[in-house]
């Protein structure tokens, strides 16, 4: 796509130095860049809105402005080019599976991963800038409760987790080691989030490991290439997408704050997966042990027609191929063994070295794809009145954090089993999918199967023995209440000394107290028995 995207973005960035424009200024870069209609009602509006308004239109890069509308307005219009003819799959020798590999492999990898994490080489990037309009909320999805039994929300989980892998590095390597959080947020979540963080005390973590930056914002366009007025005197803004990033990344100085904590290795995640792995040691491990520079998890996709990008490469070249730019005949391709041909299906959890992302911020991130996502984006309409549409009415252009991908000098792709690493919370409940109904079922029934690998036996609220590990799923709709806190068990160890032979009423929550209290348990029955 043109540059004027990337025109358009620089103006905005240039937003804090720039100085405010007259009315007059503003008025005629508006008609020559076909958008007179942004000022509509400007004889409506107080003198406080009047300056606010022209602060927000100064602050845009107005001689960009039509080339941005027109050319989101075109990319709307034209059909997704089939890309059949050029795909193929990731060759075997860049791909890594948990469920393919040996024991011993599992083993080295998690314990490279583990190393470097003691050392301090390791951070997180949290991609938070989007906003929850399917789930229906009005803030941040990271606060979201999914109805826990610990009254958990995504972002206390991922939390605990940081904890507790910190814990386990320490603990193997005899290190007090730390794991810098970096939090991505938008316009719309900067505030509510570090406000969120604030009032829980982060959490326990050091509020100087956890870096919060926020991504650009550009207007939203309608489907013939008019700016979208969000108010009498506001513009309809929108994140630049989650391949903001990179920009991000250079305007917030945030890989200069890494290279000072020593940083090399970042695992980059989005908040709304409940069973994400923070800082996964055999993923990292798995990353270096190739020598690469970009990694991506994946999942086998569920069918064929599974809505979700695939893991691939176009005429050699390692990127994600959405589902709707192969036909189905190519999705449906199976090997010798009955496997889906592409079945690598993207999650967006990823490895960078963080040499390769100053790469991409200096050199690569002006060349990267841009896309066309068809939004429902509240209006005024020509009355003033304020509109929620029900059908897409706008164009919001977005990248992608995997547009980066063909820019990987040693590109590698790791597998791992849906049940345990992924499930997104996208919907409100009702949805089939991807809603707080299965992100929650999903996290119990991972609990209930670590328990019963443990050798604890699960009884229901009636008293009956649940079933075995095998028949405990993500799938069931109604899995126990066992929860086990992120602080007890990071991936299911640990757990054995605890629970096993255990009888166990659901619901059940295993807090860190818990288990202090049945390890002190196990102490005291241990020392009777040798009496």
């Not at 994600?320 to 090997?335: C, D, F, K, M």
């Not at 794809?369 to 059908?391: E, L, S």
Request: hydrophobic share 40%.
């Amino acid at each position: 796509m043109p540059a004027y995207f990337d025109f358009l973005l620089h103006g905005l960035a240039l937003a804090r130095t720039r100085k405010m424009l007259s009315f007059e200024q503003v008025k005629r870069s508006l008609e020559n860049a076909g958008q007179p209609h942004v000022l509509q009602f400007w004889p409506e509006l107080c003198e406080g809105d009047r300056e606010s308004f022209l602060q927000e239109l100064s602050q845009l890069d107005l001689q960009g402005l039509r080339d941005h509308c027109e050319g989101a307005a075109k990319a709307a219009a034209s059909p997704s080019a089939s890309l059949d003819q050029y795909v193929e799959p990731v060759p075997p020798q860049s791909i890594g599976s948990v469920r393919k590999s040996d024991r011993d492999s599992l083993a080295a990898w998690e314990n490279e991963g583990l190393m470097q994490i003691s050392k301090n080489r390791v951070g997180v990037l949290l991609l938070a800038g989007g906003q929850g309009t399917r789930l229906g909320v009005q803030y941040p999805k990271g606060m979201y409760n999914v109805g826990l039994p610990s009254g958990k929300t995504l972002y206390q989980i991922q939390a605990e987790r940081i904890h507790k892998i910190q814990e386990l590095a320490d603990v193997k390597h005899g290190s007090k080691c730390t794991i810098p959080w970096y939090i991505m947020t938008s316009e719309f979540t900067l505030a509510p989030t570090e406000k969120f963080f604030k009032e829980a005390n982060y959490f326990g973590l050091e509020p100087s490991n956890i870096f919060f930056f926020e991504q650009r914002m550009i207007p939203a366009v309608t489907f013939d290439g008019k700016v979208i007025l969000q108010g009498k005197g506001k513009i309809a803004m929108a994140p630049d997408g989650n391949g903001g990033l990179y920009q991000a990344l250079r305007d917030n100085m945030v890989l200069e704050d890494m290279k000072k904590k020593g940083v090399e290795y970042l695992h980059v995640y989005c908040v709304d997966n409940i069973l994400v792995k923070m800082a996964d040691p055999v993923f990292i491990g798995f990353c270096l042990y190739k020598g690469a520079d970009c990694g991506a998890k994946v999942v086998e996709k569920a069918h064929p027609a599974e809505p979700v990008g695939v893991v691939c490469r176009v005429q050699g070249i390692s990127q994600v191929v959405e589902y709707s730019e192969i036909q189905p005949e190519t999705a449906e391709l199976r090997g010798p063994g009955g496997e889906l041909v592409y079945s690598a299906g993207n999650i967006c959890n990823h490895f960078f070295t963080r040499a390769f992302l100053q790469d991409v911020a200096e050199k690569f991130e002006g060349q990267m794809k841009q896309h066309v996502a068809m939004k429902k984006v509240p209006f005024v309409d020509t009355r003033g009145n304020q509109v929620k549409p029900t059908n897409p009415n706008g164009i919001k252009m977005e990248k992608f954090v995997f547009d980066v991908f063909p820019f990987s000098r040693n590109f590698v792709v790791f597998e791992v089993v849906r049940e345990d690493e992924f499930s997104p919370l996208k919907n409100a409940d009702g949805a089939a999918t991807d809603s707080p109904t299965t992100s929650r079922n999903s996290l119990l029934a991972q609990h209930c199967r670590w328990a019963m690998a443990a050798g604890a036996k699960l009884l229901d609220e009636h008293g009956n023995t649940l079933p075995t590990t095998a028949s405990v799923s993500a799938g069931d709709n109604t899995p126990a209440h066992c929860e086990i806190s992120p602080l007890v068990s990071y991936f299911g160890e640990g757990l054995e000394p605890l629970l096993k032979g255990k009888t166990l009423p659901t619901p059940f929550i295993l807090d860190k107290k818990q288990a202090e209290e049945l390890q002190a348990q196990k102490h005291f029955s241990d020392e009777q028995s040798t009496m």
